[in-house]
C-alpha cells in the first residue's frame, strides 16, 4: 500500500477577479472555480440577465452612468453570497464605491495583462462599447494607463502570459491564492492506494 498527498482548497471569500476587457477573467475564472469546486459567476451576465438586455443596449439607451449604478447593484448582490469566484467587467474596479464594496466583503485580483495580449483578444469583438471609437487600439492604450493605478489598488496581482492555457493560468491564479491563507486554505491529505 503507497500513500499519496492530496490537496484540498477552501475558498473562505470571494474572489473578485479585475483587469481589462481582455485580461481572462471570465476563461481564467471560470477553470479557477472548477479546481476550486465553486461557482463561477460573470457580473456582467448577471447585470444582463437583470435588465433583460445585453451590456451594449444599456450603454446605448442608458449611458455609461446608468450602467455603472446597476453593476454596483449586481455586485452588492452577488457578494452577499457564499466564497465564489467573480468576473467583474473592466471597468467596475474603478469606481470608489465598488472597491470598498469588494474589500469589505471579499478579494479583488488583479490579471494583469500586456496591452499587447489584450489587443489580439479583443480587436475582432463586436460586443466592447467603449471600443467603437475611430481607433479603437488606442482608445484601449489610453484605457489601459487610466486604469492601470486602480487596478494595481487590489491585493493580490497575477501577470497574464501568451504562452500560457487557460487551465495553466488557473492554475497560477490558485497557486498565487493559496499564498493568502485568509482566502484560499490548502488543507494536506494523505491518501492510501
Known sequence: MRSSA???YELKKTVVLVGMMGAGKTAVGTALARLLN???IDQDDEIERAAN???AEIFRDHGEPFFRQKETQVLERLLSAKPMVLS??????????????I??????LWLDAPLDLLWARVRHRTTRPLLMTSDPYQTLADMVKVRTPFYAQA???????HNRSVEDMAKKVRDTLAEHPEVLKAN???QSN
Request: hydrophobic fraction near 35%; charged fraction near 20%; aromatic fraction near 6%.
Open 38 to 40: 465553486v461557482p463561477f
Open 88 to 101: 467583474t467587467g473592466g471597468g467596475a474596479y474603478l469606481q470608489e464605491r465598488n472597491r470598498d464594496l
Open 53 to 55: 438586455r445585453t451590456i
Open 6 to 8: 492530496c490537496v484540498a
Open 103 to 108: 474589500g469589505s466583503h471579499a478579494t479583488a
Open 155 to 161: 491585493p493580490i496581482h497575477v501577470r497574464a502570459e
Open 188 to 190: 494536506n491529505h494523505v
